[in-house]
């Protein structure tokens, strides 16, 4: 960018206008006796003053122009201040704007971070619950095993005092077959056990060449009572 009149002189080798007036004056005057200057002496100072301060025509063209140029570049300084300053604010502005949507999504982070750190906290509860239910079950099956082999134990000593009891029976068979029948051949009775909620059966009596059928309710009668009633049928009194 071209740089107009005095603008262009860095500030160390520009030359003050007093000073630069004062150069163009001529050596100086004739002095009065009393060390003063003459009057005509001060005189051509003041017209060459003036003739300085006047100048040409083309001095003052060349002034004007030269303030035009600094004006206009003035402008175009200003003009490109109020620019930086529009951009530095669009900047400032869109930063901002950047600026709060990322403290937004740091926001929304943040929760999503909490909820997704209570969902966590919530699983390592129930992971916990059921690690406890896991380990409770196994107690319960362990003791469940326990009992079983228990029982397994105890059914198998029960098994053997069935057995026991069976063969016992078993040995004990042919002497309740022997009883029944003597008590048949004394009584007459042959037993029938289809029903098992009477007391039922034939009884033979051999004096009168008869066999007569019986059938009692043990709901009615007590012992006592049943014995007289097997007594009389025996006696072919019923």
Do not use: H
């Not at 100086?28 to 300085?52: F, H, K, Q, V, Y």
């Not at 619950?129 to 896991?134: A, F, K, S």
Request: charged share 40%; glycine share 4%.
């Amino acid at each position: 960018m071209e740089e107009v009149g005095f603008l262009a002189t860095p500030p160390s080798k520009r030359q003050n206008p007093v000073i630069s007036l004062l150069s163009e004056i001529p050596p100086t005057p004739a002095r009065t006796p009393n060390g003063g200057r003459s009057w005509s002496g001060t005189l051509d100072i003041m017209e060459l003053l003036m003739d300085i301060y006047n100048g040409s025509a083309e001095a003052r063209d060349a002034d004007i122009d030269r303030i035009d140029k600094i004006t206009s570049q003035f402008t175009r300084f200003e003009s490109k201040r109020i620019q930086f300053e529009d951009d530095v604010a669009a900047t400032k502005r869109e930063l901002r704007e950047k600026i709060e949507e990322a403290e937004r999504e740091v926001e929304a982070g943040t929760k999503a971070l909490s909820l997704q750190r209570k969902r966590i906290e919530r699983l390592e509860a129930d992971r916990r619950e059921m690690t406890e239910l896991q380990e409770q079950k196994e107690m319960e099956c362990e003791e469940g095993r326990r009992r079983i082999e228990e029982y397994k134990e105890e059914s198998s000593k029960e098994v053997e005092q069935i057995d026991e009891v069976e063969a016992r029976r078993m040995k004990e068979v042919p002497r309740l077959k022997k009883k029944i029948a003597l008590c048949a051949n004394i009584t007459g009775i042959t037993w029938k056990y289809e029903d098992e909620n009477k007391r039922a059966g034939v009884v033979a009596i051999p004096e009168r060449k008869e066999v007569r059928r019986f059938s009692f309710d043990p709901l009615l009668y007590d012992d006592y009572d049943m014995a007289n009633k097997l007594w009389d049928c025996m006696d072919g009194k019923i």
